[in-house]
């Protein structure tokens, strides 16, 4: 099976920065697109940033700037640098992976179990 597992939450004063990690481990024969998500309270999750296996990202209108995502393809492993944080970046973050465990078989979606961020004074 597959897992993935975040790090690297916690918190951070306005203005401060955070990185968080995620790692992939388990049956993987390639993974295609890396993201990270987040969920605040009362609110849906959505989608902050995306990066493509060959690096190819996209970003939330909102952390445009402040955040950069970045992966390690050799590693299993997406990383957010969250710089210049703000307290609506308050969230529970979650990556996701597209996943496919078999060079014949179908990827699929893979969660993290997230990893919270408060920005607070």
């Known amino acids: 099976q597959v897992q993935l597992v975040e790090s690297g939450g916690g918190l951070v004063q306005p203005g401060g920065s955070l990185r968080l990690s995620c790692v992939a481990s388990g049956r993987i024969f390639n993974i295609n697109n890396m993201g990270w998500y987040r969920q605040a309270s009362g609110k849906q999750r959505e989608l902050v940033a995306l990066?493509?296996?060959?690096?190819?990202?996209n970003y939330v209108d909102s952390v445009k700037g402040r955040f950069t995502i970045s992966r390690d393809n050799a590693k299993n492993t997406v990383y957010l640098q969250m710089n210049s944080l703000k307290p609506e970046d308050t969230a529970a973050y979650y990556c996701?992976?597209?996943?496919?465990?078999?060079?014949?078989?179908?990827?699929?979606?893979?969660w993290g179990q997230g990893t919270q961020v408060t920005v607070s004074s």
């Open positions: 996701n992976a597209n996943i496919q465990s078999d060079y014949q078989g179908p990827s699929r979606n893979y």
């Open positions: 990066i493509s296996r060959g690096g190819s990202t």
